[in-house]
């Protein structure tokens, strides 16, 4: 529903523009008007051509995954024709991979966190794709707001150029909108994750206010270029003193340049919750000023869209935060502090749903941050008995026909603001609070895939253990094409294990594990070595970092099927040790993946994922 309403009214556009272009003023010729119409449309194709080959491709990759389960999924032999015909890499694809689709910006940063210092982040370096469509952006809208502009005729030029580039800042501003929310329909559609579309927002942004500074230098120029000084002196000094269009112009631009002003990775890392509600507040300030200034011009019909875009998503947000968690009462959450200063959280949400591998949650603890919400990763859910939401009375039987209570579970691991907040509170003592649930979000699903690895680092563990499961029970019940699993776990104590103990438990107890799982366990700072033993051949303990190559290098080479790459690894863990890439590694591997913007990742294998 919500991607109807908004492919309607952004489709809607170009039949908007065309009788209401003419109140632009007598300044502007019927040529003028003309070609701002085509450029818009332009603009708006050109959006829309995106949409429809990311969709394409995204169509095709997941019917061949399809076709990929359905083929193996019944095939008991792991070195039979059919895996083996899906281990055979494919040259030209992995090529493309490698070096386009997930390669780092250079060699070897790939969105990791560039930094001054230890405490200053300024940035976060964009995967070389991102940065090649980065690229595009910032040169289309260049052409957009200079193509059939007259260059030599000075009486008409500095006109249709304030006109072309208050178009294009209006209907740049509907993307800038609608990529701005976790909601976004596209998130779904193409399968694109909302950090990348975050970071589109934010360019995008930046190059709105380039041009909005463009608007105001070509207004002022052409006063300049067409009179003499003294009279436009006094012209644009009253139009500054008195007419609400430019005083309106003017506000609008300086809440324009006040948002990118703010904007820069190390404030908004530093002081995130601050940057986001100033963010939102400037934003609209400059949206309500940007209404008065283009009053009753065909451009306030694209402004109208852009606000739109806006409601719906955040009507739809509180819509779906309070189905989630009203129903006989609220959510709760209880919290328990951990060894390795981490929370282990379990939320007991008033209407669940069923969880699927990889997806993540917002979540509000009013009691801590009323206004804020924070995103973590579903480590497990699972169905409980007869949970008492008052905990007036104990169970004292099981009722088999009573409903189950489906609980959900994260770990939260100690930082700066909300997660050291909620680890003091925790500290003290186990305590059950209100907390809302938002999501859930993203899914991932590795059953198509003959060999999966997945790494993990520190908290990353959370994105990887339902994957785990999923795959063993999967390879259990013959519904998944996976015949291998192995999990690298990296961490800097043991008592870390006692994060997800519980669940390891079970997933060590689930049928034909053996058969499938490998778990190898490296501790970076063992305090003895009496700390580092093996439980099993298929759980080994090692210490020290990982040779995450020859770790890849020895799956290659027993590889079953189709192969996928998952990290999760939290860039501030400097865990892993940076491997020296082979050249033949890159087309031994199907697919490689992040986990989602929870944590920024560290993709050591970049190099040769393919």
């Not at 968690?325 to 709760?332: E, H, M, V």
């Not at 379990?346 to 917002?362: C, S, V």
Request: net charge positive; proline share 4%.
């Amino acid at each position: 529903m919500t991607f109807a309403m908004d492919f309607m009214l952004y489709t809607v556009l170009t039949s908007a523009i065309t009788p209401t272009f003419a109140a632009q003023g007598q300044q502007q010729s019927e040529t003028s008007i003309t070609e701002n119409q085509r450029v818009q449309r332009y603009m708006i194709w050109s959006w829309l051509a995106v949409v429809v080959v990311v969709l394409i491709f995204r169509w095709s990759r997941t019917i061949a995954r399809e076709i990929r389960t359905i083929v193996n999924m019944g095939s008991e032999n792991s070195n039979d024709g059919r895996q083996r015909y899906y281990s055979i890499p494919n040259s030209a694809w992995a090529f493309f991979k490698r070096h386009f689709i997930l390669a780092p910006l250079f060699s070897k940063r790939h969105n990791r966190e560039f930094k001054l210092s230890a405490a200053i982040t300024v940035s976060t370096l964009p995967a070389r794709l991102d940065v090649l469509f980065l690229l595009a952006l910032v040169a289309a809208n260049a052409s957009y707001c200079a193509i059939t502009i007259n260059w030599q005729d000075k009486t008409t030029f500095y006109t249709d150029a304030v006109h072309r580039t208050g178009v294009v800042i209006a209907t740049n501003i509907c993307a800038l909108f609608l990529l701005a929310g976790r909601n976004n329909p596209l998130i779904y559609f193409l399968g694109i994750s909302f950090d990348t579309y975050n970071l589109i927002h934010r360019w995008l942004g930046r190059i709105v206010v380039l041009e909005a500074i463009a608007h105001v230098v070509f207004w002022i120029v052409g006063k300049y270029a067409t009179m003499d000084s003294k009279t436009a002196t006094t012209i644009i000094q009253n139009a500054l003193a008195s007419s609400p269009v430019i005083i309106s112009g003017t506000a609008a631009t300086a809440a324009f340049i006040v948002l990118l002003l703010h904007s820069p990775g190390a404030i908004r890392h530093a002081f995130y919750e601050t940057f986001l509600h100033v963010h939102i507040l400037v934003a609209a300030v400059a949206t309500g000023a940007l209404w008065v200034h283009i009053k009753g011009l065909a451009t306030q019909t694209v402004l109208l869209v852009a606000i739109l875009f806006w409601a719906v998503e955040r009507l739809v947000r509180l819509a779906l935060l309070v189905r989630r968690n009203i129903k006989g009462g609220l959510s709760k959450a209880e919290f328990e502090a951990l060894p390795g200063e981490a929370v282990r959280v379990t939320l007991h949400i008033a209407r669940p749903w069923t969880f699927r591998p990889g997806q993540h949650i917002y979540l509000y603890v009013p009691s801590l941050g009323l206004w804020t919400s924070h995103p973590f990763s579903i480590v497990w859910s699972e169905d409980q008995d007869g949970y008492n939401r008052e905990k007036a009375l104990p169970l004292t039987y099981t009722d088999p026909l009573a409903r189950k209570q489906t609980t959900m579970s994260l770990i939260v691991r100690r930082r700066t603001g909300f997660t050291n907040s909620l680890y003091k509170k925790a500290a003290g003592s186990k305590f059950t609070t209100t907390a809302l649930v938002e999501g859930p979000y993203g899914q991932q699903c590795f059953r198509s895939y003959g060999t999966v690895m997945l790494f993990a680092a520190g908290v990353g563990i959370t994105h990887q253990v339902p994957h785990v499961r999923d795959l063993v029970a999967s390879f259990a019940n013959g519904t998944c094409a996976t015949r291998k699993v192995v999990l690298v776990w990296v961490i800097q104590s043991p008592e870390h294990l006692e994060w997800i103990r519980p669940w390891m438990t079970q997933i060590l107890q689930m049928e034909k594990r053996r058969d499938v799982l490998k778990i190898l366990l490296f501790v970076t700072r063992p305090r003895s070595v009496k700390e580092i033993h093996s439980p099993s051949s298929s759980v080994q303990m090692f210490p020290g970092k990982p040779d995450v190559a020859a770790l890849l290098q020895k799956e290659q080479d027993h590889q079953v099927g189709a192969m996928a790459v998952s990290m999760s690894v939290p860039s501030a863990d400097g865990f892993l040790q940076t491997p020296k890439a082979r050249p033949d590694q890159a087309f031994a591997i199907s697919d490689f993946t992040s986990s989602s913007g929870l944590l920024a990742q560290y993709l050591v294998a970049t190099k040769y994922a393919s």
